[in-house]
């Protein structure tokens, strides 16, 4: 399956982008479901995908609904705990979402369609509407975070101790976690294991929607160094909002020719590997399907993702037995980089983006000797350590 993920600076028209891209696959003969947070113009909505044209679904996350539901959940599996305690239940009419909802309602519904009830309808493009940039890469990287924390909070191999808990709870003096627990975080890592896959997938790419401007090539350039962190691949930038050239009017030619400077530098910074789009100024917010088909014509997703997603990292031998990680950052300065081995476990710090990765096999029985970042790509030296590496005769 194909999947484009779309964001771009608050206010860029993100939302239409992503409705314009789901159009162009629906009519290039492609099954499309479009999954939007914000209401789309012309497109009914609903708790399940709804067909909005030929060929093109749509569905509407409902971050309130998944809250309340998730949580009287949990408060039913958690009832014994709770009547112990004397606790007084929630209803479901008394229940607002907390903040963060919205980002884990969008994974819950993107697992749905990664391998839940709605992966057997059969969907070749899945177009997804995220938020603005800088809370989208921070979504983008949730689910190994989440993922991270309950292997740490909870972990497997505990499972194995279960039948002597009564006896270890005797022994601390305090409960034991139920096994409820451990397979409700079983049930959880699965579940973002699935959309992490479908995140990390070779068929999954990013499309950036920005209006042409100062402000939004600053946020460009900024997250273009946090995508490459996170391993994703950008398959094309579409400008939107642009103004007709060569206007008679002064005020008009003055905002066109600004944009005119912007386009070419975006041109010199993301091209050849992404290619710009231009989508022009309709006059107006778009409303029908009629304007989102003109608007469809430059956002066409493509079969094939640009570049590599997921696993970046490719190894080179530095000679001397050291092992060279690399790691393509385009944008990245020296200045605002950082690095922390802490374990098996490597901390990488690029500006307002983290990300923590787990080490190969190989090179964790190495040392870090060193790293540098030239010409874009961040090289991690590693050096086997003695101790750890059997002995040649």
């Not at 162009?24 to 044209?53: H, I, K, M, N």
């Not at 007709?244 to 010199?268: E, I, M, N, V």
């Amino acid at each position: 399956m194909r999947t484009v993920l779309v964001t771009g600076p608050g206010g860029a028209g993100r939302t239409t982008v992503a409705a314009a891209t789901a159009l162009a696959s629906a009519r290039s003969g492609r099954r499309t479901l479009l999954v939007s947070s914000d209401a789309v113009p012309a497109f009914a909505d609903g708790p399940g995908p709804v067909e909005v044209a030929e060929r093109l679904f749509h569905v509407r996350v409902d971050s309130g609904a998944h809250f309340r539901g998730e949580l009287l959940e949990l408060q039913e599996r958690a009832s014994g705990v709770l009547d112990l305690l004397g606790a007084n239940r929630l209803d479901g009419e008394e229940l607002t979402e907390l903040p963060g909802a919205p980002q884990l309602a969008l994974l819950h519904t993107l697992r749905r369609v990664a391998e839940g009830d709605w992966a057997q309808e059969g969907y070749e493009t899945l177009v997804v509407d995220l938020p603005p940039l800088t809370e989208a890469l921070a979504l983008l990287a949730l689910p190994g975070q989440l993922r991270r924390y309950l292997r740490r909070l909870l972990p497997r191999e505990r499972q194995a101790a279960r039948a002597l808990r009564p006896v270890l709870a005797q022994l601390a003096g305090v409960p034991m976690p139920a096994q409820w627990l451990y397979e409700a975080a079983a049930r959880k890592d699965a579940e973002l294991a699935a959309v992490e896959a479908l995140i990390g997938d070779g068929a999954t790419t990013v499309r950036l929607a920005a209006e042409p401007g100062r402000a939004a090539g600053d946020a460009l350039s900024a997250a273009r160094t946090g995508l490459a962190l996170h391993g994703l691949s950008v398959d094309a930038v579409v400008a939107t909002r642009v103004l007709p050239r060569h206007s008679a009017d002064p005020w008009f030619a003055d905002l066109s020719a600004r944009q005119d400077k912007c386009l070419d530098h975006w041109r010199q910074e993301w091209a050849p590997a992404t290619p710009v789009h231009e989508s022009a100024h309709l006059g107006r917010e778009p409303r029908t399907v009629e304007d989102l088909a003109v608007l469809a014509e430059h956002c066409a997703p493509g079969d094939r993702a640009a570049g590599h997603a997921g696993s970046p990292w490719w190894t080179e031998d530095d000679g001397d037995g050291v092992i060279a990680w690399c790691l393509p950052l385009p944008g990245a300065v020296k200045e605002d980089l950082k690095l922390v081995r802490r374990g098996d476990e490597l901390l990488l710090t690029a500006g307002p983006f983290h990300r923590i990765v787990r080490l190969e096999s190989a090179l964790r029985r190495c040392t870090v000797a060193g790293a540098a970042l030239t010409d874009g790509v961040l090289r991690v030296r590693f050096r086997p350590d003695p101790a750890l590496w059997p002995r040649t005769q």
